[in-house]
């Protein structure tokens, strides 16, 4: 009998070995971007997080597959066969693309793919949501990171620091009010304190606006530079 205030023992099956395995074969070419880390550091780290957070081994299974869609091109199916429709479901939940995209392949604008994503954060269930903080967050806490030795490296993100800084920001506050109590969401907000606070972030910012009102604003920024550069373009006029 285990003592009074134990913890319950977590098993581990060989599921998530499997998983495992899986993982690092899916992503052996793949490197995180812009530096010679492979790919899987990130998916463990990931999966680690879900375990800490109070997830299950469907959650730290789906942890360790959750890029497998949007970047390798796995279908719902594949994964469902292997590993069950509650990982497959989960590993939908956080993909941000409308299908499977091959290694490599083009995706949708990235200000398209991120704005429909945070829309979706409201209706999916809190078994994605726990994978999904912790992707975030990891990824936040990688960029301040690296952010800290070479501030320069926003420009290899595809919205560079204005919107990554939108991005976290965005997924943060909706992930505040679904999971008030996970890690991961707390580690995500350190992350974006920091980025917001940064110099880096503060030259971006106009004199008198608060960062975070700043970063809260990039999308509206984005869509009415498109607009206003569409409207620029002349329409060619008839000939009489």
């Known amino acids: 009998m285990a003592p009074s205030g134990a913890f319950p023992h977590v098993l581990i099956s060989e599921r998530y070995g499997a998983a495992l395995a899986w993982a690092e074969q899916l992503h052996r070419s793949q490197q995180r971007k812009g530096k010679s880390v492979p790919y899987i550091a990130h998916l463990i780290s990931v999966s680690a997080m879900v375990w800490e957070d109070g997830g299950n081994e469907d959650q730290a299974i789906a942890a360790l597959l959750h890029d497998s869609i949007e970047d390798q091109g796995l279908s719902h199916d594949a994964i469902a066969e292997r590993f069950g429709a509650v990982v497959a479901d989960i590993v939908r939940d956080c993909t941000d693309t409308t299908g499977a995209v091959s290694a490599g392949g083009k995706k949708e604008p990235w ?11 409201e209706h999916k269930p809190t078994a994605s949501l726990l994978v999904t903080a912790a992707d975030k967050a990891h990824n936040a806490r990688d960029m301040v990171f690296d952010a800290r030795r070479d501030p320069a490296m926003w420009s290899k993100f595809n919205a560079g620091l204005d919107g990554t800084a939108w991005y976290l920001l965005r997924m943060h506050q909706s992930l505040c009010r679904q999971l008030p109590n996970s890690r991961s969401v707390a580690s995500l907000g350190e992350s974006i304190e920091e980025i917001l606070a940064s110099e880096p972030y503060r030259t971006l910012t106009p004199t008198g606006i608060a960062p975070a009102v700043w970063a809260a604003g990039y999308a509206e920024r984005c869509n009415h530079a498109a607009t206003a550069a569409a409207g620029e373009v002349a329409i060619p006029r008839a000939e009489h």
């Open 111 to 121: 200000l398209v793919r991120k704005t429909r994503y945070i829309a979706s954060l």
